[in-house]
C-alpha cells in the first residue's frame, strides 16, 4: 500500500523568506502523481502544484516549486517571497494513476507565515 | 457561484440519528469522491464514483453509505451516527480527460455527532 509522510507537523517562516516543506512517499508503482493542497483557515483544499512521476522536470507555479527526487521518493514543496496569505495547512497527496483517481494523503504541515 | 457545493455546511446531530451530506457539482465532471479529515491525520477516503453505475468503496467505508444520483449528485449518508464520525468531510470531483486527473474540493461540512 502507498503512503505518504509529511515529518514537519509545524512549520514558520519570516515574511518574504523561503521555506521549504518535506514529504516522502512509498510506492512500488512506476508512474504516478504528486500534488500538493493548501487548507487555509476557511478549510478549502486548493491545489497548489502537481508533478507526474515519469517528468524529470520540477514543476513550478508562481512562487510555488517543487523538488521531485525519485529515486529517494521525495516531493519537496518550496514557497518563495512568502507572503502572510501562504499561512495554512499544507498537504502532500499520492495518486496511482489516472485510472485509479483516489488521493493518498499525507498528515500535513502547519505553516505560519509571521510579519 | 461555487462548482462544488455541499450542504449543509454545519450539522450538529445526536448519535443513533440518520444524516445525509450532498455535493453538487457544475464542472461536468465525471468523478467523484467522498473524503473525511480528523485533526491530525490528514484525508482519507471512504468512498467514491467514477459514474453513475460506478460505486467504490474508500479506505474507510464502514458505517457510511453512498448514492450517485445524476453525475452531478453525490450524496454520502450515515445510517446511524455514532460520536466518532465527528469529523469535516469533503466531496470532491475530477476529469478522467485531464492529464493529471487533479481534484477539485468543495467547501467541506463540519459534522458534529453528540
Known amino acids: 500500500a502507498q503512503t505518504v509522510t509529511q515529518s514537519q507537523p509545524e512549520m514558520s517562516v519570516q515574511e518574504a523568506e523561503t521555506v521549504t516543506l518535506s514529504c516522502t512517499y512509498d510506492?512500488?508503482?512506476?508512474?504516478?502523481?504528486l500534488f500538493w493542497y493548501k487548507q487555509p483557515p476557511s478549510r478549502q483544499m486548493i491545489l497548489v502544484i502537481r508533478?507526474?512521476?515519469?517528468?524529470?522536470q520540477n514543476a513550478t507555479e508562481n512562487r510555488f516549486s517543487v523538488n521531485f527526487q525519485k529515486a529517494a521518493k521525495s516531493f519537496s514543496l518550496k514557497i518563495s517571497d512568502s507572503q502572510l496569505g501562504d499561512t495554512a495547512m499544507y498537504f502532500c497527496?499520492?495518486?496511482?494513476?489516472?485510472?485509479?483517481?483516489?488521493?493518498?494523503f499525507g498528515k500535513g504541515t502547519k505553516l505560519s507565515v509571521k510579519p | 457561484d461555487a462548482d462544488v457545493t455541499q450542504t449543509p455546511r454545519n450539522r450538529i446531530t445526536k448519535t443513533g440519528k440518520r444524516i445525509m451530506l450532498e455535493c453538487s457539482q457544475t464542472?461536468?465532471?465525471?468523478?467523484m469522491y467522498w473524503y473525511r479529515q480528523d485533526p491530525g491525520l490528514g484525508l482519507r477516503l471512504i468512498y467514491y464514483?467514477?459514474?453513475?453505475?460506478?460505486?467504490n468503496k474508500g479506505e474507510i467505508s464502514d458505517g457510511y453509505s453512498v448514492s450517485r444520483q445524476a453525475q452531478a449528485k453525490f450524496s454520502l449518508s450515515l445510517e446511524s451516527a455514532i460520536p466518532n464520525q465527528t469529523a469535516l468531510y469533503f466531496c470532491?470531483?475530477?476529469?478522467?480527460?485531464?492529464?493529471?486527473?487533479?481534484?477539485?474540493f468543495g467547501p467541506g461540512t463540519r459534522l458534529t455527532v453528540l
Open positions: 464542472k461536468g465532471h465525471d468523478r
Open positions: 508533478q507526474e512521476a515519469y517528468k524529470q
Open positions: 497527496a499520492f495518486m496511482k494513476g489516472v485510472s485509479q483517481g483516489n488521493l493518498i
Open positions: 510506492t512500488s508503482e512506476s508512474n504516478y502523481y
Open positions: 464514483s467514477f459514474d453513475v453505475k460506478d460505486i
Open positions: 470532491a470531483t475530477s476529469d478522467l480527460e485531464s492529464l493529471y486527473n487533479e481534484q477539485f
